[in-house]
């Protein structure tokens, strides 16, 4: 079935990048994406990215898929305080029905 | 455009008591979604309806859980009776139409707690 795995926990400093890792296991999937939870909200879509694409840049956002390894990553440039959140990385299901397989969440500390 | 609106927000209930939950999408939004999110999990999809019609109910817990969606409109999330495990944020989300490339808009969620 699908699994999306994710790594717990990144703590950053200020003004960092941060780069949070995600993989996969349906490779059929045709869009990947990336989520913002803050506390007490509900997710918020920050970037996607087409299967066929390697990588997609998105002002401090860059996004690399590789599809080979189905290894997704988000990296954050110059990393604020405000960026402290649970990221989700999530793929569509193999039905293409809308429904998001999502990973377990990766907690973003930001220190100053 | 007004987001997807979600209440109550916070719940507390004894087991085997029941509750439920509204959701109101965003206009014209033909597909809305009903996620479970359990403390330190991901979201996992609990039914999602297109229009009033159900096209995945394969993860909702029927013997407890219920689902409708009146008029293709608002949708009510029931449990009955609820378990300890059930303690979660069951989050509801729509979209335009089904299928990859629509996004989503999720809502705040309501907390439930089982005690």
């Known amino acids: 079935g699908e699994d999306v795995e994710q790594s717990l926990f990144l703590s950053v400093r200020e003004g960092d990048s941060s780069v949070i890792n995600c993989t996969y296991t349906?490779?059929?999937?045709?869009?990947l994406y990336w989520y913002k939870q803050e506390p007490g909200a509900g997710l918020q879509l920050l970037t996607y990215?087409?299967?066929?694409?390697d990588m997609k840049q998105d002002q401090r956002l860059t996004v690399l898929l590789n599809k080979k390894d189905k290894h997704l990553s988000l990296r954050i440039a110059d990393t604020q305080t405000g960026d402290s959140a649970i990221y989700f990385c999530a793929e569509n299901d193999p039905g293409n029905t809308g429904k998001l397989i999502f990973g377990q969440g990766t907690t973003l500390q930001v220190k100053p | 455009e007004a987001g997807v609106a979600q209440s109550p927000r916070y719940k507390i209930i004894e087991k085997r008591q029941s509750v439920a939950f509204w959701c109101n999408p965003i206009?014209?939004?033909?597909?809305l979604y009903w996620y479970q999110q359990i403390l330190g999990q991901g979201p996992k999809l609990l039914i999602q309806f297109q229009n009033n019609g159900v096209v995945d109910d394969s993860q909702l817990p029927k013997d407890r859980f219920s689902a409708e969606r009146l008029k293709g409109v608002d949708s009510t999330l029931k449990i009955q009776p609820a378990k300890l495990e059930d303690s979660a944020v069951y989050l509801c989300?729509?979209?335009?139409?089904?299928?990859?490339?629509?996004?989503?808009?999720f809502g705040s969620g309501t907390r439930l707690t089982v005690v």
């Open positions: 206009s014209g939004h033909a597909t």
């Open positions: 989300a729509s979209s335009l139409d089904q299928g990859v490339g629509y996004g989503y808009t």
């Open positions: 349906d490779s059929s999937s045709t869009y």
């Open positions: 990215i087409f299967s066929n694409m």
